[in-house]
């Protein structure tokens, strides 16, 4: 599961930016929603809302850095992973792989989303955005509740 939500962002990400550089010019507008969103074709040398523009080395290095951790921890623990936990984590894997693709081929990000309220974006930030709410998500609320309510039906268990 963990392998194919990762190969599922990476796939998608790549498609649709190799799609936007393909069909549009650099810097062009393609208005969906009028004054809502639209596909803006920009690069972005920086990470998000374009912070650290120009440092692609310590980018590149930082987010590899992360991506091994992430696979190194999902690997050794396995199993014992609670299941959206570990969809979470292969969102942001995804992602950021997707990403780190980017920069290493091209020195730069292409990003397309342009929803007029936020930065311009493309579809690996999605899949890191919903991984790590997911992560929270995961480790605050459900992780909690299955736990207590496993706890609570092997107390009834015991008391039989």
């Known amino acids: 599961m963990f392998w194919a939500v990762v190969l599922l962002c990476v796939c998608v990400d790549q498609l649709t930016k190799a799609g936007i550089?393909?069909?549009?010019?650099?810097?062009?507008?393609?208005p969906l929603i009028p004054?809502?969103?639209?596909?803006?074709?920009t690069h972005n040398t920086g990470a998000a809302f374009s912070i650290l523009t120009g440092r692609q080395t310590f980018l590149i290095a930082v987010t590899a850095v992360v991506m091994i951790a992430m696979v190194i921890y999902v690997i050794r623990k396995g199993k014992?992973?609670?299941?959206?936990e570990k969809i979470a984590l292969a969102l942001i894997v995804g992602g950021?792989?997707?990403?780190?693709?980017?920069?290493?081929?091209?020195?730069?990000?292409?990003?397309?989303?342009?929803?007029?309220?936020?930065?311009?974006?493309?579809a690996a930030d999605i899949c890191v955005c919903c991984g790590c709410a997911l992560l929270v998500l995961s480790v605050l609320i459900l992780e909690p509740r299955c736990g207590a309510a496993k706890e609570g039906s092997d107390e009834r268990r015991s008391d039989s």
């Not at 004054?35 to 074709?41: H, R």
Request: aromatic content about 12%; proline content about 4%; overall charge neutral.
């Open 80 to 84: 014992d992973i609670f299941l959206p």
């Open 96 to 122: 950021g792989l997707g990403n780190l693709i980017c920069r290493i081929a091209r020195g730069y990000v292409i990003d397309f989303i342009n929803i007029h309220i936020l930065p311009i974006f493309n």
């Open 21 to 30: 550089a393909r069909s549009m010019e650099l810097g062009s507008t393609r």
């Open 35 to 41: 004054g809502v969103l639209d596909f803006t074709y």
